[in-house]
DNA sequence: CTTAATTAGTGTAAAAAGTACGCTAATTCA
DNA sequence: TGAATTAGCGTACTTTTTACACTAATTAAG
């Protein structure tokens, strides 16, 4: 048997995840299908790989395919394959997920692709998807959970310039939880990766924030030398662990 | 465009990595492959994922297969899928890990099959294995570096009645660090999951050590309970973390 | 039967990290 | 000028982590 026209061949593709953060919301970009099936439902960017790419490519295309988004750093989490998930036949998919400031980027659908629109949406008035993506968007957001403690992803879906109140909500909204503001900024402070810019938020009602940076050399130095981001944290109740909080 | 029969289709497998600790070595299982490509060399037990399964159930029964090993959970991993990861044309793989115990399983070739040999081999002897299974395995190994300090996964991999000393040595390989015997104590017998079966070792040249068991009902009644299994510790150096080691 | 060799088993004090908690400051808007 | 809103900050207590060395129990060899 030296060939592989013997064995059994699927279709396969890869799919999207990705979450941005706006207005205090965690969102995830959805796009409404203009093709069978699921025809006008809301779906995550995904599409058929081609023979002459790698998975991981394949992803990068086909979100900026549908999307518009260029050049986004995609990271692969799980793969989809039950025999019934698609129901023209055999389809095996790739999850890919993402964090993006979505300030930074421009939804722009291509003509011709299956996309008839491209939206945020809020991660909490998603329902009623294409296919298994609810099972997808599901395993890529506890990916997120688990991630965003071990590594400093959160600034990934911030503007450069950020308040320490932004930085926290978007915490919360990540985590699912809330945190105590004192010991929030204890902790991000004391890992000396925050850039003081001096600078003030302005057009604000209130008294104004200072503005900071995250300070992407320095953190590539620290891993460098083994150091490494932990945010995690626990609480013992009857000689139990609880899960952490981040308190 | 309501049929898959305009797409391009590529074959898929499924790729086990199943990891055993035996004479203080953390192991895994290997074939010979008696067929091409890579005839005769040794690989990860593997294969065609077929039209009518899903791949959790492929990855069981390949592994059965192969070697023999029945029932085994397995757990996805990654997909590999680059254009030219097999020499007969694009081949997409799922890798699934597995931690067993090697001495309640017997290795046993099916008579047809592509293997010509099944074999626990010293993770640190592996080298040259085929297809990029080196990859595979390194991305599986990290996995279980990872979970090995919130799940107590280590348990899988000792027969059900062990010592401290056989746990501590075991978390060691896998962690790859030298682990502090009475800190170790402490942290693990903390937690409450271990049975002393008031049992002493028997036949070692040197004073015996007690028995204990791990308590899977009691671990099942903690996570329903929200706590959580956590070996993880870290140090902090000039404020900033360093890799935890479980000291 | 004595001794050597081997591994098991144990506690404490100091340092670090985590937690809970409430008031004053700066700004805009009415 | 006062009301509303969010920013910014410190301390005492608790829990967890860390570093560290000796005695106990057994077998093997002489």
Redesign the interface.
């Known amino acids: 048997?030296?060939?592989?026209d013997n064995?059994?061949?699927?279709?396969?593709t890869v799919d999207n995840v990705i979450f941005g953060f706006d207005e205090g919301d965690l969102k995830v970009l959805l796009i409404k299908r203009g093709?069978?099936?699921f025809l006008g439902k809301w779906a995550l960017p995904g599409y058929?790989?081609?023979?002459?790419?790698?998975?991981d490519g394949a992803a990068v295309r086909v979100l900026e395919e549908l999307t518009g988004l260029k050049n986004v750093y995609l990271e692969?989490v799980?793969?989809f394959?039950?025999?019934n998930r698609?129901p023209?036949?055999?389809?095996?998919t790739?999850a890919y997920y993402s964090l993006i400031n979505t300030k930074d980027y421009i939804l722009k659908l291509k003509a011709g692709s299956i996309a008839q629109q491209a939206e945020w949406v809020a991660l909490k008035d998603v329902n009623d998807i294409a296919f298994d993506h609810a099972a997808i968007l599901a395993s890529c957001f506890q990916r997120l959970q688990r991630r965003v403690r071990h590594r400093p992803l959160g600034f990934e879906l911030l503007p450069k310039k950020f308040t320490l109140t932004q930085l926290q909500q978007l915490y919360e909204a990540i985590l699912q939880t809330e945190l105590d503001k004192r010991n929030f900024r204890k902790k991000i402070l004391?890992?000396?990766l925050l850039i003081d810019l001096k600078e003030m938020q302005e057009g604000v009602a209130h008294r104004p924030a200072k503005l900071y940076q995250f300070d992407r050399a320095k953190y590539e130095q620290?891993l460098a030398?083994?150091?490494?981001?932990?945010l995690?944290e626990?609480k013992k109740?009857n000689?139990?662990?609880?899960?952490?909080v981040l308190h």
Chains 1, 2 share one sequence.
Do not use: C, W
């Open positions: 048997m030296v060939s592989l064995f059994f061949k699927s279709a396969f093709e069978q099936p058929f790989v081609y023979p002459n790419e790698d998975l692969q799980e793969t394959g039950d025999v698609h023209f036949g055999r389809v095996i790739v004391s890992m000396n620290f030398e083994g150091y490494i981001f932990d995690s626990s109740k000689g139990k662990k609880v899960n952490g």
